[in-house]
């Protein structure tokens, strides 16, 4: 168990380090910083003074080499548009996509899984009509989705706000929606946007689960033991669906995450997805950098996560001591 | 006809299932209307949006031919360039298959051949493959794209640049999806490849990759057609949402998601046909293959992961 | 006795989009308490349909379309679906097949246990439990205190069977239905489970209906026997009537197709056909005929396939040790060793068969010998050169097309995406043995009608055929390759009897024509008689004993071989 | 089970409190932009979003009125020293918004700052040789030549408190990471930073103890970046905000007519025009010339001029809301030639036939570059224009990028024409004549936007000359045949002059000045 956890964090390591090299040797390509930085009246023996501080006209392994250098020392570096430190810029930002994820994702598995169980088990008007909206849903573009509920609930009828997060409460460096009615009414629209696409996902994953188990022996076994219906489907079968549906869910936390980037342009959610978007606008390379490891950090320690509930979830693989 | 019909679906299971099934038919029907207007738009379209000479940006941001200011030339309106809407959703259309086909393609020939690979040769091949596709699920298809994009806007010779965007696109997409169908090959493959009919390929000495290839492969056609479906899906939204944040297609051949962002920017204004149709179009497209891999879903019965 | 089931003409239809098909034609079947009925068939007799429908649990889109399921004096056809819920478990329970997929992986024994007895009956959650660890007890698993929160996986099939019974018994059902509650155990642990459900059912006074394929089960277990054959009852009777002396026609195939411990046979007699349906005959490959096949397979003429008394293969002191030295992240892995210090001399034109349970390493042996697993320790040498194992063998080595293989999966062993024509051609491409496309399809449509396949099944793929039929085919694939050394592993075990003898005859035939020599891998003791000159048996990857067919089956030497001969159900009356 | 009802009632008293909270003063103004000022520092960015954001916060020692003219702020009046430069009388009663009192030593500090290595403003005060503190109210600035332009050109020159500074340690400019003045500030302007965050919400309050009387009755404003236009336009729409700048031209007629809210349309300082490459020899982009230019002839260039119908492109792209541009700044710059305020015709016969003068009857293709998220319907405004080229035989095949590779891409040459809007900083026609008509020359730091090299001698023998003229009428006949020089050389397309479209909702009164600076002291709240 302890070996597996300590392997898993090699890999992830190794991980990590790919991704930063492979964000790293790509950002210079996106643009040239420096005419960001500076009006237009700037030289360009200025614009080169400032590219040979940044260390920009280091050869790229260099480069590299003291950007993980600085990270393994703590060291994230400044922003090149707001100057500000980027450990501190992204971390003021975290709190926003994750509030958002964790609303969409709530979204989406309190309506996904009860719904893909009911599609499993009945067949009917119901279950189709859920079948084809949720296949609309999956089929119109999330910018789409968002644009079309920011002009009906924001501005036709005008039930909820139409950008940014409204009043935030800081908990420590912690900003949250989470303790205010107009935190929780702008954080509705996006939770939507954001979730609906993965609901689809989570409930036709459910479903198709749910089918598969149902075929089972051990299922027609309690079947035929008489075990009551509820306790059938949610005891006995919806249980075993939980680790392909868990690995799918660590996935699609992922997929929120980067399809965030989009909701957040769409409803000026101040994320780490909008401050993507800008730092792709104004090459800031630092921020892109640390974000796209920041992000292969959530998504190792999701995969661990999920590894570790099949701990949980599963007595084989614990038994097995989680060699995969 | 129909007698031939109804004997090759006793015979097969799948076309038995299809002619039996009103969503896929329906949904089949409009694909294929889809994909038709698509391939043919260059000969059924009024005008060919693409040719900037015949432009005229006085025709621009006509409403559509039924209602007041309409223009009987344009049959559902203009955009903000003067092109005939309809011309432009068929070219889009054309241009966002061509994307999406091509993007799957290129998916599915890495995201096959590695994933046979994987699943044939295990062991360390594998591990790194899959920590490969771990590195890259961990750059969720946006970012990937956005990051080619950039890439790529940076290293093309400019000029180059438009030409090869449609490349780099499906490059871009196709590198996003590869490891659907890499998880889902490899996890077929361990199974086939402890089926005896594989053993008595090695037994005979045959090269891995010819048992690969010729024997395993078919094997896996099943779920592979299905995430085929599916991902042509993602593969046309996705150019639809990298269009909208700006790093699609080029501006001078629009796709129906440079078209939908194009729309949105007038969705204040009153010109709703510039966004209502490209996005409809994109739906009611997207929507029907989706049906239709839900119903090859159904039938095949594949395991999916 | 009054019958505790009684199931009268009972229809049992499927839609299919080949129109609608009938399981059941007409069954009638009683089960009195206290009595085993045994309930046997090959595939696609309806047996396991029968169990279905008693349960209320047909496959949808299966149903009832008329008959009576008459269950103590109530007829539950018809009943709806909770008043029947809640018969099950209750009075009505169920054994299935696999105890490795019967019982719920996430869920440990006791929990099934608890929640399967407190849905019937009103006790508390330790009664309860005590009730479940007496049962367990009484089912012969030892230690059950302590076991009882253990999770399925931790179990041994056998031990995990036990548990089955265990949860169909727990709430003191009246009719058991036992659907092949032994067939995926080794004969040891079957032995003691039908003894377990033969007590069972006598102490507790248990109707069982007790559905197997195998009729040295039925002969050992059941009280009553009906024979199904396309959903219709062929005879019914006490077992040893039916068995013994069988009046239909139906029946007395079937056992002759039963191959026989005591004795050895040179063909079965009085084959089943393989179904009704007729075989097209009409289409020919122009020039092709078994007689052809028969030519070409001997044309070049193999000094191998000459029967004397130099070894073709010798095996010495071999070790195969699975995932041994493979460096995992952190140390070595020790490794499951699948054989040790076997030594084996095969000679020329000799079948040689290898038995063992499960998990013995019999299969191992196959493997190692075509070269799909690597050797710890030993060699093989063939035709007096050595054999290279594993990877170290040449992928253009000339013993790749002397040594062929027939699986035992007939359904994984053919690929399912090629026509039989490309399945069988493929060999004789690949060792080059003919490049004429003519004659090669020529080659492919004789070598069918040699192993009795109609030259037309060429043109189809593997799906459309039976397990018979397939085996046919993988046979006519090993065959085409004109081997020297025929490996079978458990070439039949898969098959119905009647097509286990068709098999067996056919490769009784092609033995003697072409002098081939034979690995012959099996379980089932009665058909290594039928098929081998010597054996050997295998134990936890050690040989046993090796000694004629003869002397090992009239004296075995060894207390292991006598007891897998003592334990193997046999026909004898 | 407790716990969680004690946990909802703590969400919803918290709820509560900041419902009660939400009921603000009706003089909270809520405006929104497209982006965020990058940084707090007035000499670490010379950017438009920047200087004008932060105007409101501090202050120059001159600064402009609602019509752009040059009045007195922190400098009470100010003369000239003859030739050597100017002298400023500051005001004596002025305090930062941290109360200390403002001197000459602050400006003198600030002139150190902003002209320092680390500063982005520096290029200001290249014409300056030193500055000399006379007295606590008086300070000189001693330039290298005359200047007639000195005090328009530091308009923006925004004064910081020296102590302030020091005590903070941000003496200078931030250049790689921030320094205290980057999120903080503290200027001597209208309003003072109440908070900020950045890319996100900026708070301004009123100071109380502004020299000045503050026309404004704002108590709080708060700025929000909005990046999607469209999302702004909701979010005015929605009346979450007050007021939004810019907003898109399409939307412009629809929004006169909705009740409750009302358009500012203004003319911006900034000059949109095709550039040609002049320098090079051979197209980059073209299938079918090769080894020639003919950019570099007259008739071709002139060709392209009167291809585009830019009337046309008014009325259409920018739905009539700009005006045309016959030289590169608009009638309100100082220095704009009246004389030379005719365009070319739009004329697409006379086009093809000096295509064929030229020997291009069968036209040729070419790269046109274009940004696509740096003007107003830029990336509209070049697909037009190219179908309007192509109707002549020229044919564009049109690159549009964001400007993050669009700057880059011009610095390597890779174009064959260009599009380019250009807003004088110091609102003088001499400011495009030094940046894009001057043969580019590094070290005189002259023509370093001209990136298509084009030159004129006498364009290059004028300059200096209209820099240090201190007489107008000769400084504008200077001016005057510059401008010709220009269009007869058809340097470039110059074509319209770009709007201001700001939205407000209509119970805000403002005042819209040509830079686009957003100033809040004169937005009232009815």
Same mark, same amino acid.
């Given at each position: 168990?302890?070996?597996?956890?300590?392997?898993?964090?090699?890999?992830?390591?190794?991980?990590?380090?790919?991704?930063?090299?492979?964000?790293?040797?790509?950002?210079?390509?996106?643009?040239?910083?420096?005419?960001?930085?500076?009006?237009?009246?700037?030289?360009?023996?200025?614009?080169?003074?400032?590219?040979?501080?940044?260390?920009?006209?280091?050869?790229?392994?260099?480069?590299?080499?003291?950007?993980?250098?600085?990270?393994?020392?703590?060291?994230?570096?400044?922003?090149?548009?707001?100057?500000?430190?980027?450990?501190?810029?992204?971390?003021?930002?975290?709190?926003?996509?994750?509030?958002?994820?964790?609303?969409?994702?709530?979204?989406?598995?309190?309506?996904?899984?009860?719904?893909?169980?009911?599609?499993?088990?009945?067949?009917?008007?119901?279950?189709?009509?859920?079948?084809?909206?949720?296949?609309?849903?999956?089929?119109?573009?999330?910018?789409?989705?968002?644009?079309?509920?920011?002009?009906?609930?924001?501005?036709?009828?005008?039930?909820?706000?139409?950008?940014?997060?409204?009043?935030?409460?800081?908990?420590?460096?912690?900003?949250?929606?989470?303790?205010?009615?107009?935190?929780?009414?702008?954080?509705?629209?996006?939770?939507?946007?954001?979730?609906?696409?993965?609901?689809?996902?989570?409930?036709?994953?459910?479903?198709?689960?749910?089918?598969?188990?149902?075929?089972?022996?051990?299922?027609?076994?309690?079947?035929?033991?008489?075990?009551?219906?509820?306790?059938?489907?949610?005891?006995?079968?919806?249980?075993?669906?939980?680790?392909?549906?868990?690995?799918?869910?660590?996935?699609?936390?992922?997929?929120?995450?980067?399809?965030?980037?989009?909701?957040?342009?769409? %409803?000026?959610?101040?994320?780490?997805?909008?401050?993507?978007?800008?730092?792709?606008?104004?090459?800031?390379?630092?921020?892109?950098?640390?974000?796209?490891?920041?992000?292969?950090?959530?998504?190792?320690?999701?995969?661990?996560?999920?590894?570790?509930?099949?701990?949980?979830? $599963?007595?084989?693989?614990?038994?097995?001591?989680?060699?995969? | 006809?129909?007698?031939?019909?109804?004997?090759?679906?006793?015979?097969?299971?799948?076309?038995?299932?299809?002619?039996?099934?009103?969503?896929?038919?329906?949904?089949?029907?409009?694909?294929?209307?889809?994909?038709?207007?698509?391939?043919?738009?260059?000969?059924?379209?009024?005008?060919?949006?693409?040719?900037?000479?015949?432009?005229?940006?006085?025709?621009?941001?006509?409403?559509?031919?039924?209602?007041?200011?309409? $223009?009987?030339?344009?049959?559902?309106?203009?955009?903000?360039?003067?092109?005939?809407?309809?011309?432009?959703?068929? *070219?889009?259309?054309?241009?966002?298959?061509?994307?999406?086909?091509?993007?799957?393609?290129?998916?599915?020939?890495?995201?096959?051949?590695?994933?046979?690979?994987?699943?044939?040769?295990?062991?360390?091949?594998?591990?790194?493959?899959?920590?490969?596709?771990?590195?890259?699920?961990?750059?969720?298809?946006?970012?990937?794209?956005?990051?080619?994009?950039?890439?790529?806007?940076?290293?093309?010779?400019?000029?180059?640049?438009?030409?090869?965007?449609?490349?780099?696109?499906?490059?871009?997409?196709?590198?996003?999806?590869?490891?659907?169908?890499?998880?889902?090959?490899?996890?077929?493959?361990?199974?086939?490849?402890?089926?005896?009919?594989?053993?008595?390929?090695?037994?005979?000495?045959?090269?891995?990759?010819?048992?690969?290839?010729?024997?395993?492969?078919?094997?896996?056609?099943?779920?592979?057609?299905?995430?085929?479906?599916?991902?042509?899906?993602?593969?046309?939204?996705?150019?639809?949402?990298?269009?909208?944040? /700006?790093?699609?297609?080029?501006?001078?051949?629009?796709?129906?998601?440079?078209?939908?962002?194009?729309?949105?920017?007038?969705?204040?204004?009153?010109?709703?046909?510039?966004?209502?149709?490209?996005?409809?179009?994109?739906?009611?497209?997207?929507?029907?293959?989706?049906?239709?891999?839900?119903?090859?879903?159904?039938?095949?019965?594949?395991?999916?992961? | 006795?009054?019958?505790?089931?009684?199931?009268?003409?009972?229809?049992?239809?499927?839609?299919?989009?080949?129109?609608?098909?009938?399981?059941?034609?007409?069954?009638?079947?009683?089960?009195?308490?206290?009595?085993?009925?045994?309930?046997?068939?090959?595939?696609?007799?309806?047996?396991?349909?029968?169990?279905?429908?008693?349960?209320?649990?047909?496959?949808?889109?299966?149903?009832?379309?008329?008959?009576?399921?008459?269950?103590?004096?109530?007829?539950?056809?018809?009943?709806?679906?909770?008043?029947?819920?809640?018969?099950?478990?209750?009075?009505?329970?169920?054994?299935?097949?696999?105890?490795? !997929?019967?019982?719920?992986?996430?869920?440990?024994?006791? !929990?099934?246990?608890?929640?399967?007895?407190?849905?019937?009956?009103?006790?508390?959650?330790?009664?309860?439990?005590?009730?479940?660890?007496?049962?367990?007890?009484?089912?012969?698993?030892?230690?059950?205190?302590?076991?009882?929160?253990?999770?399925?996986?931790?179990?041994?099939?056998?031990?995990?069977?036990?548990?089955?019974?265990?949860?169909?018994?727990?709430?003191?059902?009246?009719?058991?239905?036992?659907?092949?509650?032994?067939?995926?155990?080794?004969?040891?642990?079957?032995?003691?489970? +039908?003894?377990?459900?033969?007590?069972?059912?006598?102490?507790?006074?248990?109707?069982?209906?007790?559905?197997?394929?195998?009729?040295?089960?039925?002969?050992?277990?059941?009280?009553? @026997?009906?024979?199904?054959?396309?959903?219709?009852?062929?005879?019914?009777?006490?077992?040893?009537?039916?068995?013994?002396?069988?009046?239909?026609?139906?029946?007395?195939?079937?056992?002759?197709?039963?191959?026989?411990?005591?004795?050895? +046979?040179?063909?079965?007699?009085?084959?089943?056909?393989?179904?009704?349906?007729?075989?097209?005959?009409?289409?020919?490959?122009?020039?092709?005929?078994?007689?052809?096949?028969?030519?070409?397979?001997?044309?070049?003429?193999?000094?191998?396939?000459?029967?004397?008394?130099?070894?073709?293969?010798?095996?010495?002191?071999?070790?195969?040790?699975?995932?041994?030295?493979?460096?995992?992240?952190?140390?070595?892995?020790?490794?499951?060793?699948?054989?040790?210090?076997?030594?084996?001399?095969?000679?020329?034109?000799?079948?040689?068969?290898?038995?063992?349970?499960?998990?013995?390493?019999?299969?191992?042996?196959?493997?190692?010998?075509?070269?799909?697993?690597?050797?710890?320790?030993?060699?093989?040498?063939?035709?007096?050169?050595?054999?290279?194992?594993?990877?170290?063998?040449?992928?253009?080595?000339?013993?790749?097309?002397?040594?062929?293989?027939?699986?035992?999966?007939?359904?994984?062993?053919?690929?399912?995406?090629?026509?039989?024509?490309?399945?069988?051609?493929?060999?004789?491409?690949?060792?080059?043995?003919?490049?004429?496309?003519?004659?090669?399809?020529?080659?492919?449509?004789?070598?069918?009608?040699?192993? /009795?396949?109609?030259?037309?099944?060429?043109?189809?793929?593997?799906?459309?055929?039976?397990?018979?039929?397939?085996?046919?085919?993988?046979?006519?694939?090993?065959?085409?390759?004109?081997?020297?050394?025929?490996?079978?592993?458990?070439?039949?075990?898969?098959?119905?009897?009647?097509?286990?003898?068709?098999?067996?005859?056919?490769?009784?035939?092609?033995?003697?024509?072409?002098?081939?020599?034979?690995?012959?891998?099996?379980?089932?003791?009665?058909?290594?008689?039928?098929?081998?000159?010597?054996?050997?048996?295998?134990?936890?990857?050690?040989?046993?004993?090796?000694?004629?067919?003869?002397? %090992?089956?009239?004296?075995?030497?060894?207390?292991?071989?006598?007891?897998?001969?003592?334990?193997?159900?046999?026909?004898?009356? | 089970?407790?716990?969680?009802?004690?946990?909802?009632?703590?969400?919803?008293?918290?709820?509560?409190? #900041?419902?009660?909270?939400?009921?603000?003063?009706?003089?909270?103004?809520?405006?929104?932009?497209?982006?965020?000022?990058?940084?707090?520092?007035?000499?670490?960015?010379?950017?438009?979003?920047?200087?004008?954001?932060?105007?409101?916060?501090?202050?120059? +020692?001159?600064?402009?009125?609602?019509?752009?003219?040059?009045?007195?702020?922190?400098?009470?009046?100010?003369?000239?020293?003859?030739?050597?430069?100017?002298?400023?009388?500051?005001?004596?009663?002025? !305090?930062?918004?941290?109360?200390?009192?403002?001197?000459?030593?602050?400006?003198?500090?600030?002139?150190?700052?902003?002209?320092?290595?680390?500063?982005? @403003?520096?290029?200001? =005060?290249?014409?300056?040789?030193?500055?000399?503190?006379?007295?606590?109210?008086?300070?000189?600035?001693?330039?290298?030549?005359?200047?007639?332009?000195?005090?328009?050109?530091?308009?923006? %020159?925004?004064?910081?408190?020296?102590?302030?500074?020091?005590?903070?340690?941000?003496?200078?400019?931030?250049?790689?990471?921030?320094? %205290?003045?980057?999120?903080?500030?503290?200027?001597?302007?209208?309003?003072?930073?109440?908070?900020?965050?950045?890319?996100?919400?900026? #708070?301004?309050?009123?100071?109380?103890?502004?020299?000045?009387?503050?026309?404004?009755?704002?108590?709080?404003?708060? *700025?929000?970046?909005?990046?999607?236009?469209?999302?702004?336009?909701?979010?005015?729409?929605?009346?979450?905000?007050?007021?939004?700048?810019?907003?898109?031209?399409?939307?412009?007629?629809?929004?006169?007519?909705?009740?409750?809210?009302?358009?500012?349309?203004?003319?911006?300082?900034?000059?949109?025009?095709?550039? =040609?490459?002049?320098?090079?020899?051979?197209?980059?982009?073209?299938? $079918?010339?090769?080894?020639?230019?003919?950019?570099? $002839?007259?008739? @071709?260039?002139?060709?392209?001029?009167?291809?585009?119908?830019?009337?046309?492109?008014?009325?259409?792209?920018?739905?009539?809301?700009?005006?045309?541009?016959?030289?590169?700044?608009?009638?309100?710059?100082?220095?704009?030639?009246?004389?030379?305020?005719?365009?070319?015709?739009?004329?697409?016969?006379?086009?093809?036939?000096?295509?064929?003068?030229? /020997?291009?009857?069968?036209?040729?293709?070419?790269?046109?570059?274009?940004?696509?998220?740096?003007?107003?319907?830029?990336?509209?405004?070049?697909?037009?224009?190219?179908?309007?080229?192509?109707?002549?035989? &020229?044919?564009?095949? +049109? #690159?549009?990028?964001?400007?993050?590779?669009?700057?880059?891409?011009?610095?390597?040459?890779?174009?064959?024409?260009?599009?380019?809007?250009?807003?004088?900083?110091?609102?003088?026609?001499?400011?495009?004549?030094?940046?894009?008509?001057?043969?580019?020359?590094?070290?005189?730091?002259?023509?370093?936007?001209?990136?298509?090299?084009?030159?004129?001698?006498?364009?290059?023998?004028?300059?200096?000359?209209?820099?240090?003229?201190?007489?107008?009428?000769?400084?504008?006949?200077?001016?005057?045949? !510059?401008?010709?020089?220009?269009?007869?050389?058809?340097?470039?397309?110059?074509?319209?002059?770009?709007?201001?479209?700001?939205?407000?909702?209509?119970?805000?009164? &403002?005042?819209?000045?040509?830079?686009?600076?957003?100033?809040?002291?004169?937005?009232?709240?009815?």
């Amino acid at each position: 168990m302890l070996s597996f956890i300590i392997r898993r964090l090699l890999q992830s390591l190794f991980v990590m380090l790919a991704v930063s090299l492979i964000a790293f040797s790509l950002f210079r390509f996106v643009g040239d910083p420096i005419a960001q930085m500076v009006g237009q009246e700037t030289s360009i023996e200025d614009q080169e003074n400032i590219r040979e501080r940044l260390g920009l006209n280091d050869p790229m392994p260099t480069q590299y080499a003291r950007f993980v250098g600085n990270l393994a020392k703590g060291e994230f570096g400044f922003s090149y548009r707001t100057r500000q430190p980027v450990n501190e810029l992204i971390l003021s930002r975290l709190p926003a996509t994750l509030e958002l994820g964790a609303v969409s994702l709530f979204i989406s598995l309190i309506v996904g899984i009860p719904a893909g169980i009911y599609t499993a088990l009945k067949r009917g008007f119901l279950s189709n009509a859920l079948l084809v909206t949720t296949l609309v849903g999956i089929s119109i573009p999330t910018f789409v989705i968002g644009i079309f509920l920011i002009y009906t609930f924001g501005v036709a009828l005008g039930w909820l706000p139409t950008f940014g997060r409204g009043e935030t409460v800081q908990l420590g460096w912690w900003q949250t929606n989470f303790l205010t009615l107009s935190g929780w009414k702008a954080l509705i629209l996006p939770g939507i946007t954001l979730g609906v696409y993965q609901l689809t996902l989570t409930m036709r994953l459910v479903r198709a689960e749910m089918q598969e188990v149902l075929k089972t022996d051990y299922i027609k076994f309690a079947t035929a033991r008489g075990i009551n219906y509820r306790s059938l489907y949610l005891h006995h079968a919806f249980r075993n669906t939980l680790v392909p549906v868990i690995t799918i869910i660590g996935l699609q936390l992922g997929g929120i995450i980067a399809f965030s980037i989009v909701t957040e342009s769409v %409803f000026q959610w101040p994320g780490m997805g909008l401050l993507f978007l800008d730092s792709i606008r104004y090459v800031d390379i630092p921020v892109m950098s640390v974000y796209l490891v920041l992000i292969a950090l959530i998504f190792v320690m999701i995969n661990l996560i999920v590894d570790l509930a099949y701990f949980a979830i $599963d007595p084989r693989v614990r038994h097995r001591g989680g060699d995969d | 006809m129909i007698e031939s019909l109804r004997r090759w679906s006793i015979e097969n299971e799948l076309v038995y299932l299809f002619l039996r099934s009103p969503g896929a038919l329906l949904a089949a029907l409009v694909a294929l209307l889809c994909v038709g207007g698509a391939v043919l738009s260059p000969w059924i379209a009024a005008n060919d949006p693409y040719d900037i000479a015949s432009l005229d940006i006085l025709d621009s941001l006509i409403p559509p031919s039924w209602s007041d200011g309409g $223009d009987a030339r344009f049959l559902i309106g203009t955009d903000d360039q003067g092109r005939d809407l309809l011309a432009a959703i068929l *070219y889009g259309t054309r241009l966002s298959l061509l994307v999406g086909f091509l993007a799957i393609t290129f998916a599915s020939v890495l995201g096959v051949t590695v994933g046979l690979m994987a699943g044939y040769f295990g062991g360390r091949f594998d591990a790194i493959v899959m920590r490969i596709a771990d590195v890259q699920l961990s750059l969720p298809a946006i970012l990937t794209a956005l990051l080619i994009d950039g890439i790529a806007r940076g290293v093309l010779p400019q000029g180059q640049h438009d030409n090869l965007m449609i490349m780099v696109l499906t490059v871009a997409i196709g590198l996003s999806l590869w490891v659907n169908f890499a998880r889902t090959v490899r996890a077929t493959t361990f199974v086939e490849r402890n089926k005896e009919y594989v053993q008595s390929c090695e037994i005979m000495g045959m090269h891995p990759f010819r048992i690969m290839f010729v024997h395993i492969l078919p094997n896996t056609m099943g779920p592979i057609l299905v995430i085929l479906t599916v991902d042509l899906a993602v593969a046309v939204l996705l150019e639809a949402t990298l269009s909208f944040l /700006g790093v699609g297609v080029p501006a001078n051949q629009p796709s129906l998601g440079t078209l939908i962002r194009i729309g949105t920017e007038y969705m204040f204004s009153g010109e709703w046909w510039i966004v209502i149709f490209p996005s409809a179009m994109l739906i009611l497209m997207v929507i029907s293959i989706n049906l239709l891999g839900d119903f090859l879903r159904d039938a095949l019965n594949p395991r999916i992961r | 006795m009054s019958a505790l089931l009684s199931i009268e003409n009972l229809y049992v239809n499927f839609p299919t989009r080949f129109g609608e098909f009938v399981a059941l034609d007409g069954v009638n079947l009683n089960v009195a308490a206290g009595e085993i009925h045994g309930l046997v068939g090959e595939s696609g007799a309806g047996k396991s349909t029968v169990g279905a429908a008693v349960m209320g649990l047909l496959q949808s889109p299966g149903y009832v379309a008329s008959g009576k399921i008459v269950f103590a004096g109530e007829n539950l056809v018809g009943l709806n679906n909770d008043a029947y819920h809640r018969l099950r478990g209750d009075r009505i329970s169920m054994i299935f097949q696999d105890p490795q !997929t019967s019982l719920n992986p996430l869920l440990t024994i006791a !929990t099934q246990m608890i929640e399967t007895i407190r849905q019937h009956r009103h006790v508390s959650a330790s009664d309860a439990r005590n009730q479940a660890i007496a049962l367990l007890a009484e089912t012969g698993i030892n230690d059950i205190e302590k076991r009882i929160d253990d999770y399925p996986h931790q179990f041994s099939g056998g031990m995990r069977q036990r548990v089955v019974i265990g949860l169909a018994l727990c709430t003191e059902p009246e009719l058991i239905i036992a659907d092949e509650p032994t067939t995926a155990l080794d004969v040891s642990v079957q032995k003691q489970i +039908l003894k377990l459900i033969r007590t069972l059912c006598r102490e507790r006074n248990i109707g069982i209906v007790l559905i197997t394929h195998d009729i040295g089960v039925i002969n050992e277990t059941a009280d009553r @026997v009906t024979v199904l054959r396309s959903g219709r009852v062929i005879e019914s009777g006490n077992t040893k009537d039916v068995l013994g002396k069988p009046k239909q026609t139906y029946t007395k195939e079937l056992m002759a197709a039963v191959p026989r411990l005591d004795k050895r +046979l040179d063909r079965f007699k009085n084959i089943v056909g393989e179904d009704d349906k007729v075989i097209d005959d009409s289409w020919k490959v122009p020039l092709a005929s078994a007689s052809f096949a028969t030519q070409w397979l001997l044309s070049e003429k193999n000094e191998g396939n000459e029967r004397n008394s130099h070894p073709l293969l010798t095996v010495s002191n071999l070790d195969v040790t699975f995932n041994s030295g493979q460096a995992s992240w952190f140390g070595k892995n020790k490794g499951f060793k699948a054989l040790s210090n076997i030594n084996i001399d095969l000679m020329n034109g000799e079948v040689l068969g290898v038995v063992g349970e499960s998990g013995s390493g019999k299969s191992t042996l196959a493997k190692a010998i075509v070269g799909l697993v690597p050797l710890s320790a030993g060699s093989m040498e063939f035709k007096g050169k050595m054999l290279p194992a594993g990877k170290h063998r040449d992928r253009h080595h000339p013993s790749r097309r002397v040594i062929q293989m027939v699986f035992q999966d007939p359904y994984s062993s053919l690929n399912n995406r090629k026509t039989v024509e490309s399945i069988i051609a493929e060999p004789i491409r690949f060792y080059g043995l003919s490049h004429d496309e003519v004659e090669i399809k020529k080659l492919v449509a004789s070598v069918l009608e040699l192993v /009795g396949m109609p030259q037309r099944a060429m043109l189809k793929y593997p799906h459309q055929f039976s397990g018979g039929q397939r085996q046919r085919i993988a046979v006519a694939r090993a065959l085409v390759a004109r081997p020297e050394f025929l490996i079978c592993d458990e070439p039949t075990s898969a098959l119905d009897v009647s097509i286990q003898a068709q098999i067996l005859n056919l490769l009784k035939d092609l033995q003697q024509t072409f002098g081939l020599s034979i690995l012959f891998i099996s379980h089932n003791l009665a058909v290594i008689r039928q098929m081998a000159d010597r054996v050997v048996v295998i134990k936890n990857g050690e040989v046993v004993e090796t000694s004629n067919t003869e002397q %090992f089956f009239s004296a075995p030497s060894k207390t292991y071989s006598q007891m897998l001969l003592s334990e193997t159900p046999s026909l004898v009356f | 089970m407790k716990l969680t009802l004690r946990a909802m009632l703590f969400i919803s008293m918290g709820t509560a409190l #900041t419902l009660s909270h939400g009921i603000t003063s009706a003089e909270t103004f809520k405006w929104a932009g497209t982006s965020d000022p990058q940084t707090m520092d007035p000499h670490a960015n010379n950017s438009a979003p920047v200087l004008g954001f932060l105007n409101n916060v501090y202050e120059g +020692l001159v600064r402009r009125n609602k019509a752009m003219k040059i009045e007195p702020a922190l400098a009470e009046s100010w003369e000239q020293l003859g030739a050597d430069g100017w002298r400023f009388n500051l005001r004596t009663d002025v !305090t930062f918004h941290d109360g200390s009192a403002f001197t000459a030593d602050d400006v003198l500090f600030s002139y150190e700052r902003a002209s320092s290595e680390e500063s982005d @403003v520096r290029s200001w =005060f290249s014409p300056v040789e030193s500055v000399v503190v006379v007295d606590e109210h008086t300070i000189d600035f001693l330039t290298i030549a005359p200047n007639p332009l000195f005090p328009d050109s530091i308009a923006n %020159f925004m004064i910081m408190d020296k102590d302030w500074a020091t005590a903070n340690e941000a003496m200078r400019p931030s250049s790689e990471a921030e320094n %205290f003045a980057t999120r903080n500030a503290n200027g001597t302007g209208a309003f003072t930073l109440a908070s900020r965050d950045p890319g996100v919400k900026t #708070t301004l309050k009123p100071y109380e103890g502004w020299w000045d009387t503050l026309e404004s009755n704002i108590t709080e404003a708060v *700025y929000t970046p909005i990046g999607e236009s469209a999302t702004g336009m909701a979010a005015l729409l929605s009346g979450e905000i007050d007021f939004i700048s810019p907003i898109p031209l399409q939307d412009v007629p629809r929004m006169k007519q909705r009740a409750g809210f009302k358009v500012h349309e203004g003319v911006e300082a900034r000059v949109l025009m095709f550039g =040609f490459a002049h320098q090079i020899d051979e197209l980059k982009f073209s299938d $079918d010339v090769s080894g020639k230019n003919p950019f570099q $002839d007259v008739r @071709v260039r002139q060709a392209a001029y009167q291809a585009v119908n830019v009337d046309a492109l008014i009325d259409k792209v920018m739905r009539g809301n700009a005006q045309p541009a016959a030289q590169l700044v608009s009638d309100a710059m100082k220095g704009y030639s009246e004389a030379n305020a005719e365009r070319l015709a739009y004329d697409p016969e006379a086009a093809k036939q000096l295509m064929k003068d030229a /020997g291009y009857a069968d036209g040729f293709s070419f790269g046109l570059q274009c940004p696509n998220d740096r003007y107003i319907n830029d990336e509209s405004i070049c697909k037009a224009a190219a179908s309007m080229f192509a109707k002549v035989g &020229l044919n564009a095949k +049109l #690159t549009a990028m964001p400007v993050r590779n669009y700057w880059p891409e011009l610095r390597e040459d890779n174009f064959d024409m260009y599009l380019l809007g250009w807003s004088p900083g110091t609102f003088d026609a001499e400011h495009p004549i030094r940046f894009l008509a001057s043969t580019p020359n590094e070290e005189k730091k002259l023509g370093s936007w001209n990136f298509g090299g084009y030159s004129n001698a006498r364009i290059d023998e004028l300059l200096p000359m209209i820099q240090t003229e201190l007489d107008d009428d000769k400084r504008q006949a200077m001016i005057d045949e !510059t401008t010709k020089l220009m269009q007869q050389d058809v340097a470039y397309i110059p074509m319209y002059v770009q709007p201001l479209i700001w939205a407000s909702k209509d119970n805000i009164e &403002l005042t819209q000045r040509t830079d686009n600076f957003f100033i809040l002291r004169w937005v009232t709240i009815q």
